[in-house]
């Protein structure tokens, strides 16, 4: 089998089962509550069958086109996404409190998922062709000050999950460039301050912080989605209670086809059924780190394991919040929360990846300049060598006496 196919082959089924297994469980989730209310039950279903198509047609494109050609339009994408934030700020629509999403007519787009890939293509292409960086000097200019904007725009929403996200993400790029363990744990340590600093200053954030700490203090306030998620994990048992029967996500657990999706398979599908959704992002992390490592050049290595870390990361965060061992953060759980952004931009990565696991994603590599001044240095020594060995040869030849 040709190097690289099978974590192709790999990723491209498990991105399109966990597409496909989304819309089923987005249906199950909305369809009895829409009933209820006298609603479209299929909904979101539909809208969430468009959101698959476009972001298809992205995997499809993106998988033909040579992911070098991203690289010099890291800058102004990085730029484009800083316009986007400070605009939701500006005119965004206030939705459950918070501004994420800007609105032309139809259609709605939330410019924090074009954030996270604009950032990690600018990391890999400036981490390619520099030395990692070993100190938090280093680590600020220009990366750190750049995420600093972007994650203060974030909080400004508010939106502390994809914060969290891209800071995970751009430690795996940073991870596989080589950055050293100390530095890494330094910045974790300043990151996860800022992070508590800025929740404890907030009164909401606070809240579901400390609701985090023990949700069933506050179990009708602040800790009632923790525990609404709780409870239908723990009453899915082994098998779980079948799909589409679960009785959670009417009007029990709030945001259940969205952040809280997981909550509602561990009901209807059990122990296996969710222990089946984590091994299919745990082959999606095996094949796209076996991409990253197998890829010779340093660009397409960096962006192939900073895409699979943005997609394992925001997996495991949203799956600990749900779970109850991380503080709800409302990010979305990939390929299978209802979401229109997120599915398009998660479907876009993939097909990058796919380039990169391809033939064009094999570095071509150029000889350094210096390999190849000593290569040609070496050349007429070669020469030189062989030219003395044959007359040498010649000589002792004509040293030997003819015979009479």
């Known amino acids: 089998m040709k190097k690289g196919h099978f974590e192709a082959q790999l990723l491209l089924l498990v991105t399109l089962a966990l597409v496909a297994f989304g819309l089923v469980m987005v249906y199950s989730a909305t369809s009895a509550p829409a009933t209820l209310g006298n609603t479209d039950p299929s909904y979101y279903l539909r809208k969430q069958g468009v959101y698959a198509l476009v972001g298809l047609g992205l995997l499809l494109l993106f998988r033909r086109t040579s992911y070098r050609a991203l690289r010099p339009l890291a800058p102004a994408l990085v730029l484009a996404s800083i316009v986007l934030l400070l605009a939701v700020l500006a005119v965004g629509e206030t939705i459950n409190g918070a501004r994420r999403w800007l609105h032309f007519g139809p259609v709605v787009f939330q410019p924090s998922e074009l954030a996270k890939i604009s950032l990690l293509i600018l990391a890999a292409a400036y981490l390619a062709r520099r030395p990692a960086p070993r100190t938090l000097g280093e680590l600020l200019k220009p990366l750190g000050i750049l995420t ?122 059990g122990l296996v059924g969710a222990t089946a959704l984590i091994a299919a992002y745990g082959a999606f992390a095996y094949a796209g780190f076996r991409v990253a490592l197998a890829c010779r050049d340093p660009f397409g290595k960096r962006l192939a394991a900073g895409l699979t870390t943005l997609v394992c990361g925001q997996a495991l965060v949203n799956i600990a919040a749900v779970m109850g061992a991380a503080p709800l953060t409302g990010i979305t759980l990939p390929f299978v929360s209802y979401g229109g952004s997120s599915l398009i931009a998660s479907l876009a990565g993939v097909g990058i990846l796919l380039n990169i696991a391809g033939d064009d994603g094999r570095a071509r590599t150029r000889m350094p300049d210096r390999d190849r001044r000593n290569r040609r240095a070496r050349a007429p020594v070669a020469r030189r060598g062989r030219g003395a060995s044959r007359a040498r040869r010649e000589r002792d030849v004509r040293r030997v006496p003819r015979a009479v």
């Open 148 to 269: 600093g904007i972007v994650c203060t725009l974030l909080l400004a929403e508010p939106d502390l999950g994809t914060a969290i996200t891209i800071a995970i993400m751009l430690a795996g790029v940073l991870v596989v460039s080589g950055a050293p363990g100390r530095l890494l744990a330094t910045a974790g340590v300043l990151g996860v301050t800022l992070v508590l600093a800025a929740a404890w200053f907030e009164p909401y954030r606070r809240a579901r912080l400390l609701s985090f700490l023990d949700p069933w203090k506050d179990a009708q306030g602040a800790g009632f989605q923790s525990v609404q998620a709780m409870i239908g994990l723990g009453s899915g048992g082994i098998f779980g209670a079948g799909l589409g029967q679960g009785v959670q996500k009417n009007f029990y657990l709030p945001e259940a086809h969205t952040d809280m999706i997981f909550a509602i398979i561990g009901e209807e599908l």
